[in-house]
Nanobody
């Protein structure tokens, strides 16, 4: 009954920007934390950024200063503003949210940074 809808992925040149969006809908009580993970070919999945219901944030060292995570609690929507993108940011980005003991995942959206 819970649906996670992601958007905003695509192809961008190095130094460019993308804004990812993820909206959770359906039967859900409350979402404590929403975040973004990414996985590049041949690499392990890693946490990119996360944000709690109280708007506390956490970022991977590799994206600090370039990425900004935000959320709209009323809409159960999380955003990831990605600036100064680098080729090493290329990966499939997955939206994740925790509601009590339950975890939900998006389908993943491809972000490709290339000239």
């Amino acid at each position: 009954q819970v649906q996670i809808v992601e958007s905003g992925g695509g192809l961008v040149q190095p130094g460019g920007s993308l804004r990812l969006s993820c909206a959770a809908s359906g039967s859900i009580f409350s979402i404590y934390v929403m975040g973004w993970y990414r996985q590049a070919p041949g690499k392990q999945r890693e946490l990119v950024a996360a944000i709690t219901s109280g708007l506390s944030t956490n970022y991977a060292d590799s994206v600090k200063g370039r990425f900004t995570i935000s959320r709209d609690n009323a809409k159960n929507t999380v955003y990831l503003q990605m600036n100064s993108l680098k080729p090493e940011d290329t990966a499939v980005y997955y939206c994740n949210c925790h509601a009590g003991p339950v975890q939900y995942w998006g389908q993943g959206t491809q972000v490709t940074v290339s000239s």
